[in-house]
């Protein structure tokens, strides 16, 4: 997925300036907009940063991967494998973000078990 790849390009620069800074990131992101939602954070962390739309789309491209991870119930080497392709990050900022996505996958697993419920209920009242 060479679309994955160019829209991490930011995450990239942000880890050749600063890889303590990126982990940062990919932690506020995690913990505000994948794991639990704070309405209105990507807007505030956009401010005068970075474009909200890419932003937007970089925090919904890892949710996405998140989901793809936990809903396939990957192991930690096989998600830090997957992150390098995907990413093109450090194999350092690929392990912080696996064990990120390891660390909560029990609420993860939940929060995709309730949204396949949700869809369930939405198609046989349709």
């Given at each position: 997925m060479l679309?994955?790849?160019?829209?991490?390009?930011l995450l990239r620069e942000l880890e050749n300036k600063n890889a303590d800074a990126l982990k940062g990131w990919l932690s506020a992101i995690y913990q505000k907009y994948i794991i639990r939602y704070e309405p209105g954070y990507l807007n505030r962390m956009a401010i005068g940063k970075y474009d909200m739309d890419q932003?937007?789309?970089?925090a919904d491209r890892m949710n996405y991967l998140t989901e793809?991870?936990?809903?396939?119930?990957?192991?930690?080497?096989g998600m830090m494998r997957?992150?390098?392709?995907?990413?093109?990050?450090?194999?350092?900022?690929?392990?912080?973000?696996?064990?990120?996505?390891?660390q909560n996958y029990h609420t993860l697993k939940m929060n995709f078990?309730?949204?396949e419920l949700k869809e369930i209920r939405r198609i046989n009242e349709s």
């Open positions: 679309d994955f790849y160019r829209a991490f390009s932003l937007t789309d970089i793809y991870y936990v809903s396939r119930s990957y192991n930690l080497p997957d992150l390098q392709d995907e990413t093109g990050l450090s194999p350092d900022c690929c392990e912080y973000w696996a064990e990120i996505i390891d078990i309730l949204e």
